[in-house]
């Protein structure tokens, strides 16, 4: 998938570039302060200067690990061989490729399902627009443009965690349900809101959800998980079937 070693965690870079100076300004700023703040304070400073700096880099550190060395990319660790699957993403795709080649004999429907007014989070947008989203491939997720039944295999890669409101998750995947076949396979691959991506992204964790909350959607809309795997210790593979 990448095309140079570090471009992975280059990309995670500049789809969170705000976050990044910001945390770089903010380190500088601690570092000048705590020479000039009085003892009391410094204790406060040394220990924001220890979490930005620790957290700054740990969440480069995984990015390289999971995005430039890990076998997300080269999609090994699949145990479905779809003949026609369905990929859904959220204005960015960077695996429906990597699928095609990998199943070059398969059929396929892709669909970005980006929605400005349900998914605000910066980096997406962010995202969405270095990607350049392809219009042809738009789609609402609230009605999948497919008929009842037809996949046998449905991809959703770093996208299910867009949908912030639980209710929208249970539309969504309401909705996952209904275009797959019977005793067909979603593909889930998510970060969780768990001790590992706490160590390495910090507060930013929150922006994941828990396993739980994925078995709970799972079952809620007629899922049952059929296997469980990792891809390093910060991503999560669900298969499920209905």
Known sequence: ?????????????????????ASALAICAAAIAIFWAPPMARIAIAVFLAAASYW?????????WIYDRSSLYSLDWLTVRPAYWLSVHAGLDETSGLIRSKFPGSEYRI??????????????????????????????????????????????????????R??????????IARVLASH???????H??????????????FHFQSR?????????????????????PFVRVFEASR
Do not use: C
């Open 56 to 64: 700054t880099i740990a969440s480069l550190l995984a990015s390289y």
């Open 192 to 205: 969780l809101r768990d001790l590992p991506n706490f160590l390495a992204f910090g507060p930013g964790f």
């Open 1 to 21: 998938m990448t095309a140079s070693k570090y471009r992975g965690v280059a990309q995670i870079v500049a789809y969170n570039r705000w976050f990044y100076a």
């Open 111 to 164: 669909v970005d399902v980006f929605d400005a007014e349900e998914m605000t989070e910066p980096s997406i947008a962010r995202a969405r627009e270095m990607s350049g989203p392809d219009p042809l491939q738009a789609a609402s997720w609230r009605r999948l443009p497919a008929d009842d039944a037809v996949f046998d295999t449905i991809f959703l890669i770093f996208t299910a965690h867009e949908f912030r």
């Open 212 to 232: 739980r909350t994925w078995l709970s959607t799972l079952r809620a809309t007629g899922f049952e998980i059929v296997r469980e795997s990792k891809i390093t």
């Open 166 to 175: 639980a209710d929208a998750r249970l539309v969504f995947f309401n909705e």
């Open 184 to 190: 067909g396979r979603v593909v889930i691959v998510e």
